[in-house]
């Protein structure tokens, strides 16, 4: 496969010229901050997928009151150690980032916390929040609820969503340990790649309406647009043998944190219509380390396992072994020097997205 | 494959054995009582692989002094939100019993609390402590790490071990959902099932020392006892395309909570020697409902989430969709009527253990 175009822009540069596009949309300053850091964080760390390459969606969104810039952010529910909070529809990110600040306070104080979002919006990559947990020397949680795109084991009509797990603990001299995962085998994402790819599905990732393996990614989201069946396996695969109703499991127990606790929407009551978006629910957590022990002598403990894992021999096929968020943190580190890559085809898009909003375009380097 | 051949036991009966064997082995009657409670749980609930069948191994333990029936269990820190204990080598149960229930006792007074137990033993079912909260209105939490069997994804050396995940939520009209995991394809247990039955191993399980498919379960298992290489593969297979990559993390994330967070031993230090078992070491936590909403009202919404899921159209070759909890509620509400079974080879084993302590045989129903 020949290597895309890509197209090197400074963070910071990026970052503004989101956050102008989103003041455009009638954020307000911080807000538009907020949304715009979480989206560009994703590209800095190399997760393409959930950075300005959604931007069209969020404009549109805006745009089209979908998502709505001004919604009132209430709080239903306030403990020493938890938060719940209704956003009534507002952008994801903005009130993901400050209930998340607001479970650190907490915690800095009880020593554990939790938060809950409803009725909120896509909020971008899940290890965001969670790393905001590292430089308090704490364990951070996030999770969210999705549309429904999973199949349950033995199931063939979606179910629950792509429910990611986020969980982030800080090292010393390592980077910190940060696992963001889907809790199915893939994302939508990937599926549409191959379809555009035209490319057939590999066996162990999707059934189509009649539960058997899905082949054919276009006649696949076809079907999950229509929801008449078939979707995404969840982690581990069809049936149980290579242990599917752990993944199912997993993405319930994510539904559960998310949609019930806060009383949300959840399962098949989430999808969007042509009115409002899915209308999401989030879970956050911190806990303080030094409520069981040193901070410090739990960071060189985990350097210690960090080193231990990137440090295993490989198999003969591959180079290294990774611990989660490595990849990324050299990803990041590396668009710190050159900048952030950015596909050429997306630089377009959204350039276009500025021309739109009547801002200028962020200048590529080099 | 023919039905193999089982005796039925009355639970309380059968509790009632245990317990006096582990009093015959210098436990006092409650911590007896607890260890006795937890293994027979195992049975009733349908995972045979963590009852009584382990029983001998545990009577080995503790006659050979590797299990400490008189440690002095330390509390090394304890605030409002948690509480870390030393085990100092103590049987894993009663522990972790009394761990969770603290944990408990605090989330009621402060709204969340975590424990961790270091230094501690095989502990049963991690679902068991997990499944403490539900009467309480609460959400529950129980992890352990145990010595690595699991190569990282790229990797072919055991580096973490099979690392459960208990997550147990309530609801009213329906069971709970109990979701109770190992991070792993499989445990151990399996790969040894497949030994006896000369069985060749499933693509997917595990991988040989050189980071090959392992399809003889036999030469694996040497080679997973003497650490030469090899071991079972994370949640999601080998590599990155079915998500292995995220069981693996998950893994990790586990031995994080347990093994670093408690300042035990995690990864690989975690292995057992001729004097010593492997001292694992645990997590738990809980949570209140009501601090983020009406417990009543979470658990309608959980029975409505949970009857959506368990009447979702099957595959065809598949007559239901469960919930994560379900096909266990079954099995011990058949306990309950017809008694726990136990294979009869288990059954005669359990006798002879009985015979050896000087406590008389568990009586078999009808």
Same mark, same amino acid.
């Given at each position: 496969m020949h290597e895309p175009q890509r197209v090197r822009i400074q963070r910071e540069t990026l970052e503004r010229f989101c956050q102008r596009v989103f003041e455009a949309l009638a954020l307000c300053e911080e807000d538009a901050w907020i949304a715009a850091a979480v989206l560009v964080a994703a590209d800095a760390r190399g997760i393409p997928s959930h950075g300005v390459a959604r931007l069209r969606r969020y404009v549109d969104g805006l745009?089209?009151?979908?998502?709505?810039?001004?919604?009132?952010? =209430?709080?239903?529910?306030?403990?020493?150690?938890s938060v719940l909070v209704n956003a009534h529809g507002a952008m994801g990110a903005p009130v993901s980032y400050r209930t998340m600040r607001s479970v650190i306070e907490k915690a800095r104080a009880a020593g554990a916390a939790f938060g809950c979002v409803r009725d909120?919006?896509?909020?971008?990559?899940?290890?965001?929040?969670?790393?905001?947990?590292?430089? *308090?020397?704490?364990?951070?949680?996030?999770?969210?609820?999705?549309?429904?795109?999973?199949?349950?084991?033995f199931g063939r009509h979606m179910m629950t969503g792509t429910n990611p797990?986020?969980?982030?603990?800080?090292?010393?001299?390592?980077?910190?340990?940060?696992?963001?995962?889907?809790?199915?085998?893939?994302?939508?994402?990937?599926? =549409?790649?191959?379809?555009?790819?035209?490319?057939?599905?590999? *066996?162990?990732?999707?059934?189509?309406? *009649?539960g058997r393996t899905a082949r054919d990614a276009g006649s696949l989201l076809q079907a999950m647009t229509d929801r008449v069946g078939g979707g995404i396996l969840p982690l581990g695969g069809a049936g149980e043998l290579l242990g599917g109703h752990k993944g199912y499991g997993l993405s319930v127990m994510v539904d559960i944190l998310c949609g019930v606790l806060s009383g949300g929407a959840f399962g098949r009551g989430l999808y969007d219509t042509a009115t409002s978006m899915a209308r999401v629910a989030h879970f956050f957590g911190a806990i303080r380390i030094d409520a069981f022990r040193d901070p410090l002598a739990f960071r060189h403990d985990m350097d210690d396992m960090l080193r231990q894992l990137r440090e295993a021999p490989p198999v003969a096929a591959e180079d290294r072994v990774y611990f989660a968020g490595q990849k990324e943190f050299e990803r990041e580190a590396e668009a710190l020097s050159q900048g952030v890559a950015v596909l050429s085809q997306t630089y377009e898009e959204i350039c276009a997205i500025g021309d739109e909003q009547g801002v200028p375009a962020p200048e590529a380097l080099g």
């Open positions: 745009r089209m009151g979908l998502m709505r810039p001004d919604a009132p952010i =209430e709080t239903l529910s306030d403990t020493p150690t909120s919006n896509h909020f971008g990559i899940a290890g965001y929040y969670a790393m905001m947990a590292l430089p *308090e020397d704490m364990i951070g949680f996030a999770m969210t609820n999705s549309a429904p795109l999973a199949v349950p084991t797990i986020a969980f982030a603990a800080p090292a010393h001299e390592e980077k910190a340990f940060v696992l963001d995962m889907s809790t199915t085998v893939v994302t939508r994402g990937k599926i =549409e790649v191959y379809d555009r790819l035209g490319k057939e599905l590999p *066996e162990g990732w999707a059934v189509d309406p *009649e």
